[in-house]
């Protein structure tokens, strides 16, 4: 009789345990190994690598699709991953995979994104990670392009492993898939407004809302590849020392 385990592989998310998009990419990752579905029970988009420290969190088992083993958390993306390290999971994931988001998650929406926090978190913790988002926000798009990126992807990840410290970032348009560029993070901001009302209450109240603006010229970066059709895949580290700056400031004394 054979010792041998299926990889288990450990699926977050931050549009919720119930999204389409989390179950997408269960039904990829199920064709490696033992998927367990750990994510955060409500909508969490944006809330970057936000954790919960001032209540106790909460977990709840659910079937999903009658098919696998989820627990809904009532905390944060970066949350779920730590608490399926902690204490969730009756073995250590071989692999965490995070998404797939409605939404991109490239250039700047990178530090904004629960999705990929989720993926960094899973770095932290020592496991080779990818986060998986499609660029179309609707909640039925057709993901088809994406997971197939996804299982290329999960499947290299798996026999290939990862640096220490690097998260994979992957990006895809809807639709079929068109081909994978390796391509770096884009330069771009949020140009941002914020307009003023008032409340029944005759309070005040604030509304955001933004204008993405890409600063790149370089046409090497992920929202130049997902804009002419392709799925972009960004190895990305948590460490943000700016190392090109480091060296010339050594001799500075204070």
């Known amino acids: 009789m054979s010792d041998y385990q299926k990889p288990l592989i450990l699926v977050c998310n931050d549009d919720g345990i119930f999204s389409n998009g989390i179950k997408a990419l269960a039904d990829v990752a199920d ?96 496991y080779p990670s990818i986060a998986v988002s499609c660029t179309d926000f609707d909640e039925d798009a057709d993901l088809s392009g994406c997971k197939d990126a996804a299982r290329k992807v999960i499947g290299y990840v798996l026999n290939h492993g990862l640096p220490k410290g690097v998260t994979l970032n992957l990006n895809a348009p809807s639709g079929p898939l068109k081909g994978i560029k390796w391509v770096r993070q884009a330069n771009s901001r949020y140009v941002e407004e914020f307009e003023g009302r008032i409340d029944p209450h005759n309070r005040s109240y604030y509304w955001m809302t933004g204008k993405f603006q ?25 460490d943000l020392t700016a190392y090109s700056l480091l060296d010339d400031l050594r001799d500075i004394e204070f």
């Open 31 to 126: 064709e490696f190994g033992d998927v367990e579905i750990i994510a955060p029970d409500r909508q969490q988009s944006a809330v970057g690598h936000s954790i919960t420290i001032s209540t106790p969190l909460r977990a709840r088992a659910f079937r999903i699709d009658n098919r696998f083993n989820g627990q809904a958390v009532s905390g944060t993306p970066a949350d779920s991953v730590k608490l399926a390290h902690n204490q969730l999971l009756k073995r250590k994931p071989d692999l965490v995979v995070s998404g797939i988001n409605h939404g991109s998650n490239a250039g700047i929406n990178i530090l904004y994104s629960g999705t990929v926090s989720a993926a960094t978190e899973g770095t932290i913790l020592g």
């Open 214 to 238: 890409l600063l790149d010229e370089d046409e090497n970066n992920d929202i130049s590849a997902i804009e002419k059709g392709f799925a972009s895949l960004t190895p990305i580290q948590y």
